[in-house]
T-cell receptor, first 113, second 109 residues
Framework: EAQVTQNPRYLITVTGKKLTVTCSQN?????MSWYRQDPGLGLRQIYY???????DKGDVPEGYKVSRKEKRNFPLILESPSPNQTSLYFC????????????FGPGTRLLVL | DAKTTQPPSMDCAEGRAANLPCNHS???????VYWYRQIHSQGPQYIIH???NNETNEMASLIITEDRKSSTLILPHATLRDTAVYYC??????????FGKGTRLSVIA
């Protein structure tokens, strides 16, 4: 089954404690991205990657890092989480220009205390 | 990417057609119109997309005006499970999708 998986699905952490949210897709997609969703603000893109070792900033990259060492994986790293990073996070993947093929993961709900 | 304007919310009776409008008056010639929806905190789901011709698939129909400055997503027989936030997005090539606030559609029994 074609899917994007994220782990963990729920996470409570404290300010400053480094964390990683994993994202994996099984569709051999080149393009992957991370979004955060906050009430009243819609989905905002954090980072995206056009292919292995190619990443670029989205609209709200501050406080986040990503890496793309393998095609299937695109982890989101919060080196020093802060309460304003409390949010619902989605990973997505697609064939490069074919946005109609974009699949989203189930989401990771993060609470930073 | 061109920006889109959608009403913040709409209601629709179950079994009736839901018509969701979207304005994209600054759309450029190579930009497609995409529609996604998000059901209660799940990941967004692709519905349909088009360039200038009307499109139909098993989920919905997309009507794009001749000048391409607006479009309408039609859910022909809305069900309670169609209650969601619907996003209209214009995008081209490799530029990422930019999600606005969308329209919250409530299907009422």
């Amino acid at each position: 089954e074609a899917q994007v998986t994220q782990n963990p699905r729920y996470l409570i952490t404290v300010t400053g404690k480094k964390l990683t949210v994993t994202c994996s897709q099984n569709m051999n997609h080149e393009y992957m991205s991370w979004y955060r969703q906050d009430p009243g603000l819609g989905l905002r893109q954090i980072y995206y990657s056009m292919n292995v070792e190619v990443t670029d900033k989205g609209d709200v990259p501050e406080g986040y890092k990503v890496s793309r060492k393998e095609k299937r994986n695109f982890p989101l790293i919060l080196e020093s989480p802060s309460p304003n990073q409390t949010s619902l996070y989605f990973c997505a993947s697609s064939f490069n220009e074919r946005k109609e093929t974009q699949y989203f993961g189930p989401g990771t709900r993060l609470l930073v205390l | 990417d061109a920006k889109t304007t959608q009403p913040p919310s709409m209601d629709c009776a179950e079994g009736r057609a839901a018509n969701l409008p979207c304005n994209h008056s600054t759309i450029s010639g190579n930009e497609y119109v995409y529609w996604y929806r998000q059901i209660h905190s799940q990941g967004p789901q692709y519905i349909i997309h088009g360039l200038k011709n009307n499109e139909t698939n098993e989920m919905a129909s997309l009507i794009i005006t001749e000048d391409r400055k607006s479009s309408t997503l039609i859910l022909p027989h809305a069900t309670l499970r169609d209650t969601a936030v619907y996003y209209c997005i214009v995008s081209s090539g490799n530029t990422p999708l930019v999600f606005g606030k969308g329209t919250r559609l409530s299907v009422i029994a």
